[in-house]
């Protein structure tokens, strides 16, 4: 174990001393086991991203419309430009057509009454939630 360090305080003219004991125990092992925590958690969410696009890009693949027209080969720069936006804009549509394929469920729920006289088109979508 360390020694003791001997600290002298100065409170309103009246001098002290204090002995301060070094940062050894519940401390250190605290923060430790909070680093170890912490790189747990890390590691653990770095594997739920690289599943979650896993699953994503095999879901692109169902809505993929082919390889498209490459713009470098296009020589009016007019045209190469707006070929470029199109193909742009068509992969962040399979990618969002993708994204909502894994995250809205394929089949909608609904309300059934209790009985006949029990009317079911008072409530919203946001009162069911």
Known sequence: MAAAEVQMLDFGGAASEAVVEPTVGRKAVGNKRRRDRDKRMAKEQKQRDTQAKKELKQAMKKYDRGEGIKPKSIKNLK??????????????????????????PSSGGYLEPENELEETWRFSQEALK
């Open 79 to 104: 045209h190469r430009r707006r070929v470029k936006i199109e193909e742009d804009q068509t992969a962040a549509a399979v990618e969002a057509a993708a994204r909502a394929e894994i995250l809205l």
